[in-house]
């Protein structure tokens, strides 16, 4: 799907979480995490497309990178979205949300969560680690058929 709101399939997941073997108690903590994206539609990064000359579609505006779903909250931060959940419960259910092929964790060298700016200084993230989101994008349309 070109984009998918967060919020729908956050519901989705709600209705099926049986079938994919998960708790409510992980499914609270993933909406937690999609508390930290800053927008409704989650889309999935594209290439950038290779004109006749050899050129990149540079006029085709910024492209979602893979950088673009990844969330990079504090423990203390998704603990307190989480409803104030021990730390040791979230390890836990995001484990298992890894498990279900929900998440991705993009660990960092260090094990810390976090993103740098690109070379240009604005908005856009050139590393992210943290917890990725694409799978949710990417498995959109099989939880809408699992529904």
Request: contains cysteine.
């Amino acid at each position: 799907p070109a984009a998918v709101n967060k919020w729908q399939v956050s519901r989705t997941l709600t209705e099926i979480r049986e079938r994919l073997g998960v708790s409510d108690r992980a499914l609270s903590v993933l909406t937690a995490l999609l508390s930290f994206h800053p927008e409704t539609a989650l889309t999935l990064p594209r290439p950038r497309q290779v004109v006749e000359d050899g050129q990149d579609e540079a006029d085709a505006g910024p492209l979602p990178s893979s950088c673009d779903l990844i969330v990079f909250p504090s423990n203390k931060a998704l603990a307190a979205r989480a409803h104030g959940m021990a730390p040791a419960t979230l390890w836990r259910h995001l484990t298992a949300l890894v498990a279900a092929g929900l998440i991705i964790r993009r660990d960092s060298p260090n094990g810390k969560r976090y993103a740098r700016k690109d070379a240009s200084g604005q908005e856009r993230f050139s590393d992210a680690f943290g917890f990725d989101l694409t799978p949710l994008v990417a498995r959109a349309p099989e939880f809408e058929a699992i529904a």
